[in-house]
């Protein structure tokens, strides 16, 4: 169950990076460098749970490492998302955008469920 969690986890903050791009989410959050630093942040962000993905395919002694670290990157984001909104942002309130944060934290808190069930947190 923990593969399939990671998956959505993952193709959740991919997706969210996708929109981000669109929202120049580089802006809010006074990336230096602008766009090029939001690509360098994707670039080791994606990496990092790509790398973990491969991790938990292969129940390797590193997989409750990373996918912790997809979990957290999947609340965060839901988190952070929530405050920008509360501060009056008006980026992410699309449908879908909002939709794709909010999956971020149920496939996020479900992997960590995951990672608990299995004794590997």
Same mark, same amino acid.
């Given at each position: 169950?923990?593969?399939?969690?990671?998956?959505?986890?993952?193709?959740?903050?991919?997706?969210?990076?996708?929109?981000?791009?669109?929202?120049?989410?580089?802006?809010? %959050?006074? +990336?230096? /460098?602008?766009? #090029?630093?939001? =690509?360098?942040?994707?670039? @080791?962000? &994606?990496? $990092?749970? !790509? *790398?973990?993905?491969?991790?938990?395919?292969?129940?390797t002694p590193?997989?409750?490492?990373?996918?912790?670290?997809?979990?957290?990157?999947?609340?965060?984001?839901f988190a952070?998302?929530?405050? %920008?909104? +509360?501060? /009056?942002?008006? #980026?992410?309130? =699309?449908?879908?955008?909002? @939709?794709? &944060?909010? $999956?971020? !934290? *149920?496939?996020?808190?479900?992997?960590?469920?995951?990672?608990?069930?299995?004794?590997?947190?």
């Open positions: 169950m923990m593969t399939r969690s990671y998956f959505c986890t993952m193709l959740c903050l991919i997706l969210h990076q996708i929109d981000a791009a669109y929202w120049q989410e580089w802006d809010m %959050f006074y +990336l230096p /460098g602008g766009v #090029q630093g939001f =690509l360098a942040f994707n670039l @080791a962000a &994606i990496a $990092l749970v !790509l *790398v973990g993905y491969r991790h938990v395919l292969l129940s590193r997989a409750p490492f990373y996918a912790t670290c997809c979990a957290t990157l999947g609340i965060a984001t952070i998302h929530t405050g %920008f909104a +509360l501060a /009056g942002r008006e #980026q992410f309130h =699309l449908p879908l955008s909002m @939709a794709i &944060i909010v $999956l971020c !934290l *149920v496939s996020g808190g479900r992997l960590l469920w995951d990672l608990r069930r299995t004794n590997r947190l």
